[in-house]
Structure formats: C-alpha cells, structure tokens
C-alpha cells in the first residue's frame, strides 16, 4: 500500500515564509509533485521531484529525500493569493507497468495581512 | 492551447440514478486520468486511459467504470448512484509515454446525489 501524510492545516503572515512537509512510504516510487488547489478551482502544477535535492522555482522551492521519504514545498513572500491548499502527489510504478499518481489529503495554507 | 475541459460542470442526480461525465484532454494528450475529490479523502485515483485502453485503476467499485475515444476524449460512467458519490470529479490529461509526465487538470465535474 502506500501512505502519503501532510498536515491539515497551516497558517502563516504576509510576507513570511513557509514550509509544508509530506512524508510518503510506497513501494515503486518514482517522483513526488506538488499541486496548488484554490477552493473551487482544478490542481494546478507546481513542482516535480524525482532526484534527491532542491529545485527552486521562484518563490516556491520544493526538496525531496528519498531515502527518507520526504519533501516539502517552501514558499517564501508569501501573498494572500497563496491561501489555497496543496497537494503532495507520489508518482509510482505500478503492475501493470505504468505509472499513477497518488496524492496526500492536502494542506490548506491561510495567509492572513 | 485550450486546456482540459469537462461537461457538465454541476450535476444533481437521485440515489439509483446513473451518469455519465465527459473529458476533453488537451490536444495532442494521449492519457486521461480521472479522479474522485471529496473533503475527508481527498483526491482518489479512479483510472487512466491511453490510446482507448485502461492501463492503470484505483479501488473503487464496479460501479464506476470510463472509457476513451479513439480522439483521446474519455467519458466516465456511474451506475447506480449512492449518496457517498457526492464528490468533484477531476479529470487530469498528459502526453502518456514513457517517463513521468505532469498532468493537467481539468475544472471538474461537481456531483450532488440526493
């Protein structure tokens, strides 16, 4: 099976910076992405990690440990419009010999002024 | 490029009811995965089709089943509707060949069973 575990809930301050972990245990594992999800609205894509290390993408930062079953996404600056939630997805190789991804429950980040 | 579109956007259907959403991957997409999103689970992977077949499926109930066109639009079907099936339903497409590909997201189908 797989487990994919993020918190349920963050709060952070305009201007701040803040660091969503995800830890994962699963067999076949491939990369781990991360999705932005505004209330209402479809994922949209962020980053995408499959090598051990960090990849910086403007303000959003995403690292990744495979051998510890970790990563987290850091936002830095943060603005209102990054209140949304977001979503850890582990990529995996499954029997049939292709690829699913399976995602975590989401963190829903509230930045207050 | 237009990007993933879905019909109909709201639905409201009755218990034993049945429905049918539909997919419009982004053109020249191959695969379209479907997924079930509600508050307590989060996003659930339902399946994946490439090239009109099924390579991938998740644990849901027979009750659930998809299919894809040979133009890559892919339609999902629910028989037999039971209230647990309220949820947003997302389709997600991407270029399907080898390797991991991102995945784009539709705006998705949200179903109210009554």
């Known amino acids: 099976g797989q487990n994919i575990d993020q918190p349920t809930e963050m709060t952070a301050t305009e201007g701040a910076i803040v660091q969503i972990n995800c830890t994962y245990q699963t067999s076949g594992f491939n990369g781990l992405f991360w999705y932005q999800q505004h209330a209402g609205e479809a994922p949209t894509f962020l980053s995408y990690?499959?090598?051990?290390g960090l990849e910086e993408k403007g303000r959003f930062s995403s690292f990744l440990s495979r051998s510890k079953g970790y990563s987290y996404l850091l936002l830095k600056e943060l603005q209102m419009k990054d209140s949304a939630s977001y979503l850890c997805?582990?990529?995996?190789?499954?029997?049939?010999?292709?690829?699913?991804?399976?995602f975590g429950t989401g963190t829903r980040l509230l930045v207050s002024p | 490029k237009a990007g993933v579109t879905q019909t109909p956007r709201y639905l409201i259907k009755t218990r034993g009811q049945q429905v049918t959403l539909s997919c419009s991957p982004i053109s020249g997409h191959r695969s379209v995965s479907w997924y079930q999103q509600t508050p307590g689970q989060g996003l659930q992977f339902l399946f994946e089709y490439f090239s009109e077949t099924q390579r991938n499926k998740g644990n849901f109930p027979g009750r659930f089943s998809g299919r894809q066109f040979s133009n890559s639009r892919s339609e999902m079907n629910v028989s037999t509707l039971e209230l647990g099936d309220s949820a947003l339903y997302l389709c997600?497409?991407?270029?399907?060949?080898?390797?991991?590909?991102?995945?784009?997201f539709g705006p998705g189908t949200r179903l109210l069973v009554l």
């Open positions: 997600a497409s991407s270029g399907g060949l080898a390797g991991v590909e991102t995945q784009y």
């Open positions: 990690n499959v090598l051990d």
């Open positions: 997805a582990v990529s995996k190789w499954m029997n049939t010999g292709f690829q699913k991804l399976v």
